[in-house]
Structures are given as structure tokens and as C-alpha cells.
């Protein structure tokens, strides 16, 4: 049946499976992380084993497929990301999406993982309206994409060190708080002064718009070793939270607001972990209004590793004619821009 | 051994960059220090003396990244595992056995998995941009290796 698009994914921790419907309808979106799994699985957290994702890859995609409604036969493809990611993990999606694929007689769909945290936008009835800039901000990546129209994505600016989220995780570390440090600096923050402390921002140049935030977590590093030696270190977290904070993302949003001028975009999207931070989606509502354009964001779900913007990219491949080969193969270091290719759909027709 | 102190991020980054000239296939270099002490730093200064042309950046939640320069250049972070028993579930043998060079983070927490042989990094915050590099090489490879580099360090000067 037309339509309906089971997406996997495992990129690196989750083991993910979902199905959507016209690239936009979440019908199911299980993440192995999630409770039930973790009941069913004994209360053990999926790590970033392969081998834990050999384990749980077919429970979640029947899962999917169950909660859906759909059989495979009810499909209009399957697709999986094919990178960036870890190899080993990434080859497990890739191997058991050939099979259901191929079992089903279904087109395969090689889908980009970064270019997935875009399309976690368009998951929602309001589509966001092209040209567009994305910022995609997680533990692992930093990155500001300008998304001219679909399938032509790429990279303005990104991190040349550490990324948003892995500043957000280590200066939770740095302060004593709990993991996952996004949350934990964000909660604290909202008690502090963001003013409280001037920490550097890694401006790199007027015409950059890479970020580095390296330096900002030394600098926290340094004021907590201070506010120990002064005896109020406790007195000042969530002072030290807020003005962190604020340093990561008044970088953020300035670099964004500047590269929405730049290229005249239509609209602003935020994806990745970091997009469910509160101080990011304020301030960035407030510069979208003032640049005159939507802010899109997708709910927190939608924002961490998923099966569902794997599904609904793949939506955009297939309008595109897309599809990959029998020898899609895993692509670790697979850069934005690039779709892993097979022969076209015409060639798979004929 | 041998023990070496830098003044600025960028002393970091060049004294890696004299290693990074010198590696050779194989070769793994292990480095451990706590948050801030330039560990990162170092190893985009190994890369860039491999001739990597990409921004290296943390692999601290992506876990290993994959570059090219001369060699493969494999820059692995294990901040996130907790314990030797989840290392054993990512595969990390192959990329010690491989013909690449590999840049491993942290790998103190992971020290009973490692090969015998490897050149050990040690670093550590002397002050707010002060840090000490103690190579303590393991094996006759790198015994030779950092003595080369100790040579290449003091040519510069």
C-alpha cells in the first residue's frame, strides 16, 4: 500500500523502528530505550553494542509494525539509516532492513542520518515552508544546515571541537549534577543568574559560523575550582548553570540569526537532544520573531535518535526516486549532502 | 619517558603535530587526563600532522570517528562506557589490529583490553592554560618512537 514507510535505526545507541505515513503521519516510533522494552528486556538499558542491537532489532521492529497496524506487505518501503554512525551498529539496521526488504519485495531506502534530524520537522501537519536553516544540536554534532529545497542540504557552520550537547553533559559533570546533563544545567539554570559570570564565546572570526566550545568547558572548569576555594561553590550552581548556559546557546542563536540573514530562509528549525533545551527554544523564538520567520521544533521525542525521521526523510528520497541497491553497504563517515546511492528507481523498474 | 609542558592550547596542538608526523601504521597512542586537560587538543594536533584535512572534532557521544589522512586515522572515546565489559561489545579489536593509527581518549578507564604495546600520554592541568604531556612508552616501537619524537621537539627549538 502506498504510504506507509518503515523507517529503522541504529545509528549508535538506539535501536529504533517506526512507521509513517505520506512522510509525515507517526503511526508507531519504538525506541529501544523506552519502558516497555525495558521490561521486556529485563530492565537492561541497550548500550551501544551491536550486539545489543542484533538482540533487540527484530522485537522492535515487530513492535512497530504491531503498534502501526500495517504488515510488511501493507509497505511502501523500508528504510534504515545507512551513516554516519558507528559501523558495526549501523550494519545491523542495514542488514535487517535488506531482509525485510527483500523478503517483502519492497524498495530500500539508504537514508542519511543527520539529513533524518532535519525531516524530524516535517512530522507534523504545519510543514515548514523551503528555503530553510536547520540547526542540528547533540552530544555529538554542532551543525548549521541550510536546506535550499529538498534533498540539497548543506553544512554553514559547525563545531571544530566539542558539540552543544556534549558542553551541556560535561559541564553537568563539571558541576556535580546528574546525567543527562542537558536537563540537569537547564532545570538548575532557571534558580540562577545568567548574567552571573562572563564566560568566553568562541566567536572564530566575523564570517565564520562554525562553533568550538572547548574553551568554555576549561573556563567552567576554572570558576569551579575557584567557588571551591572561595567556600561557595554550592551557594553559586545554579548561577554557574545559567551563565554556562547561556554562553552555549547565545552562541547558538547568534550564529543561526546571522546565517537566516545571510541566506534569506523562509523558516528555522532546531533537531537533535539539545532542541528540547528551554533557554535555546526561547531565545530562538524571540530571534526567529525578529528575523520575521517560524521557528519549527520537534517534540523531545521526535528530537533524540529515532526510526521516525528516518521514515519520513526516506519519504523525500522516494518522491526524489531515490532507492538504494541490494549492496547498500554502512557509510561511518557518510557527510551531509551525500545519500547513499544505488541504481535509480527507473533502472529497478525496468 | 619523557615529559613536556606547554603554555597555550596551540603549543598543544603543534607538539601533537609532531608526533602525528611520525606515526606509522599500527600505531596506537593512549591518552588520559581529566576533563579540560587537552586531550582532545592533542590528537587534532596528531591528525593534523597525519595530514587530516577535516575539522577533528570530540567523539565523546559519537564514539569513534573515522578520518583519512596518510593512514586511516581512528579518534575513539570511550568518556561514556563505565566499565571494560561494554568495550568488549563495541568492536574496538579492530581497530587496534588495523593498519590505521588510533587516538584513544580516556583509555585509562579500558587499560586491561589494550595491547601490551602503545605509546602512553598522560596529561594534566599545571594552570589555566598550562599543561604537562608524560609519554611513557611501552615496547620497542615506541621506545624508538619517542625518541624520535624527543629529537623532532628539541630540532624545532
Known amino acids: ?350 | 619517558m619523557l615529559t613536556l609542558t606547554t603554555s597555550s592550547a596551540k603549543e598543544t596542538f603543534h607538539l601533537g603535530e609532531i608526533l602525528g608526523r611520525l606515526l606509522e601504521p599500527g600505531d596506537v597512542i593512549c591518552l588520559q587526563g581529566e576533563l579540560g586537560a587537552g586531550k582532545t587538543c592533542f590528537v587534532q594536533g596528531i591528525a593534523r600532522g597525519q595530514g587530516v584535512e577535516d575539522y577533528v572534532s570530540s567523539p565523546s557521544f559519537t564514539l569513534i570517528n573515522v578520518y583519512q589522512g596518510r593512514l586511516p586515522f581512528y579518534h575513539i572515546d570511550v568518556y561514556r562506557l563505565t566499565d571494560v565489559a561494554e568495550t568488549d561489545q563495541l568492536g574496538l579489536e579492530e581497530y587496534l589490529e588495523d593498519d590505521g593509527v588510533v587516538c584513544l581518549e580516556w583509555a585509562d578507564r579500558i587499560q586491561p583490553i589494550l595491547p601490551p604495546a602503545c605509546l602512553w600520554v598522560v596529561m594534566g592541568k599545571r594552570g589555566p592554560t598550562e599543561r604537562s604531556l608524560r609519554f611513557e612508552p611501552h615496547g620497542a616501537r615506541y621506545r624508538q618512537l619517542v625518541a624520535d619524537f624527543k629529537a623532532a621537539v628539541e630540532g624545532r627549538d
Not at chain 1, 541497550?46 to 504491531?66: C, G, K
Not at chain 1, 515548514?128 to 540539497?152: F, Q, R
Not at chain 1, 528549525?269 to 517560524?294: E, H, T
Open chain 1, 1 to 350: 500500500m502506498a504510504g506507509y514507510i518503515l523507517g529503522i535505526e541504529t545509528s549508535c545507541d538506539e535501536t529504533a523502528a517506526a512507521v509513517v505515513r505520506d512522510g509525515r503521519q507517526v503511526l508507531s516510533n519504538i525506541i529501544s530505550s523506552q519502558a516497555e522494552l525495558h521490561r521486556h528486556y529485563g530492565g537492561v538499558v541497550p548500550e551501544i553494542a551491536s550486539r545489543r542491537h542484533v538482540e533487540l532489532i527484530l522485537p522492535v521492529v515487530d513492535q512497530a509494525l504491531q503498534t502501526a497496524g500495517v504488515n510488511l506487505s501493507d509497505l511502501q518501503a523500508v528504510a534504515v539509516t545507512a551513516g554516519p554512525g558507528l559501523v558495526g551498529a549501523l550494519l545491523v539496521g542495514v542488514s535487517a532492513a535488506k531482509g525485510l526488504a527483500w523478503a517483502a519485495g519492497l524498495p530500500l531506502v539508504g537514508v542519511n542520518h543527520l539529513e533524518g534530524h532535519i525531516y524530524a520537522n516535517f512530522l507534523a501537519e504545519e510543514q515548514p515552508e523551503l528555503p530553510a536553516l536547520c540547526l542540528v544540536v547533540s552530544g555529538g554534532h554542532t551543525d548549521l544546515i541550510y536546506l535550499p529545497e529538498h534533498g540539497s542540504p548543506h553544512i554553514l557552520g559547525r563545531t571544530r571541537d566539542d558539540a552543544a550537547g556534549e558542553a551541556f553533559d560535561k559541564g553537568a559533570r563539571t558541576l556535580g549534577l546528574g546525567y543527562p546533563g542537558g536537563p540537569a544545567i537547564d532545570a538548575l539554570a532557571r534558580g540562577g543568574d545568567p548574567a552571573a559570570f562572563a564566560f568566553p564565546r568562541a566567536r572564530l572570526g566575523d564570517d565564520s559560523l562554525d562553533f568550538s566550545f572547548s574553551g568554555l568547558k576549561t573556563a567552567l572548569l576554572l570558576e569551579v575550582e575557584a567557588r571551591r576555594r572561595a567556600g561557595d561553590l554550592a551557594d553559586r550552581l545554579p548561577d554557574l548553570a545559567a551563565a554556562y548556559q547561556e554562553a552555549i546557546v547565545s552562541v547558538l542563536v547568534d550564529k543561526a540569526l546571522r546565517a537566516v540573514r545571510e541566506y534569506q530562509v523562509k523558516c528555522l528549525l532546531l533537531a537533535g537532544g539539545v532542541a528540547a533545551n528551554s533557554a535555546l527554544r526561547r531565545q530562538m523564538q524571540v530571534a526567529a520573531g525578529r528575523a520575521g520567520i517560524p521557528l519549527f521544533y520537534p517534540p523531545p521525542v521526535l528530537c533524540t535518535d529515532n526510526a521516525a525521521m528516518i521514515a519520513c526523510a526516506a519519504h523525500y528520497y522516494l518522491l526524489a526516486g531515490q532507492v538504494a541497491g541490494w549492496d547498500l553497504n554502512a557509510f561511518p563517515s557518510l557527510p551531509l549532502g551525500k545519500r547513499p546511492q544505488g541504481p535509480s528507481l527507473e533502472e529497478r523498474i525496468c
